[in-house]
């Protein structure tokens, strides 16, 4: 196995020499070891806008997961080249809503509730369902958004069809004013609506989740409480309702990055997301108390399949083999409607 080092010096030999033709994004939830290369580090959104504006590089290296890569090859040019270092570096909630069972589940609630439903679908889904959600006239959200577009999306819908993460979908309505009785959960499994309800159901939420975020609870929050008064807790929107209402702050991965930016100095604040970001985020934030809210939380299992040597592997290949890089390329038809719901969703940002 190779030095670490050499790994290193050779990633940015090979950047240099590729210049602005090479351009190198990160997600927040990358480990440093490959932040450290970023051209570009930002949350879902960021990165979806990067890579509707970058018009110059000929290859983005996406150091993220599957779906962000694929958005980022449908609002790229042709001519460019998106590659994802380790084709395995999926996302688990995106993988719990496919078409199949997305189709089945839009046929019965357009019987129920059409004309007047409307599709949302979170940034965190293949670009089969965003297509999907393209095709019915309706729009893609991210954590960083999801406020403002479903706003909008209640202001033109009577009822909408949020997939595939139940707690965004469910944070942000009641944030919005939708009460608990009008909301219903879509089971893909058993095909049906679970509802108080069903004649009130305003929002149906499809029954996926996020198994990082799902490992912060209330009661982590309750005991970090107890021990220090003047703590204050910010969590992604992932996570489920209880801890979100348990928290005095909630947001995307660059809404907590601001949120801790500005807290003052000595000012202590947990965060429940994933904790290759916390940690980072200690290392910057020294003057303050930065905890993490579930120490044993494991960080995001695929996003850390990104790591130092399938980035060495992939700028080697860049090079010697490029037969053998993981180009990921959504076909025309898929990418055509999957951009009618993103560009909705960009013009609204
Ligand atoms: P952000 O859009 O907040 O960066 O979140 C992406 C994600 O995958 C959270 O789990
Ligand atoms: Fe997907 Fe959760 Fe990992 Fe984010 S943290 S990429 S939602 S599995």
Sequence with gaps: TEDPQQQIERIYKIKKHFGKDLFLVAHHYQKDEIV????????SLKLAQIAATNK???KIVFCGVHFMAETADILTEDKQQVILPDPSAGCSLADMANSFQVTKAWNYL???????IMPLTYVNSS??????VGQKNGIVVTSGNAPQIVAWALRHSKHLFFLPDQHLGRNTALQLGVSPGELGVWNPLTETLIAQKPAAVKVILWDGYCSVHQQFTPGQIANLRAHYSDIKIIVHPECSHAV???ADEVGSTAAIIRYLTQAPAGARIAVGTDNNLVRRLQRRFTDKKIMLLNPIACSCVLMNRIDLPH?????????QD???LNIIKVDDQTA???KKALDKMLTLS
Excluded: C, H, M, R
């Excluded at 670009?127 to 999907?132: D, L, T």
């Excluded at 980035?311 to 090079?319: E, K, Q």
């Design 322 to 324: 490029p037969a053998a």
């Design 311 to 319: 980035l060495a592997f992939t700028l080697d290949n860049l090079l």
């Design 110 to 116: 357009e019987k129920k509730y059409g004309p007047d």
């Design 56 to 58: 110059e590089a000929k």
């Design 36 to 43: 450290q290369f970023a051209d570009a580090t930002g949350d």
């Design 127 to 132: 670009a089969a369902i965003k297509s999907f």
């Design 244 to 246: 979100v209402a348990a």
């Design 336 to 338: 055509f409607w999957a």
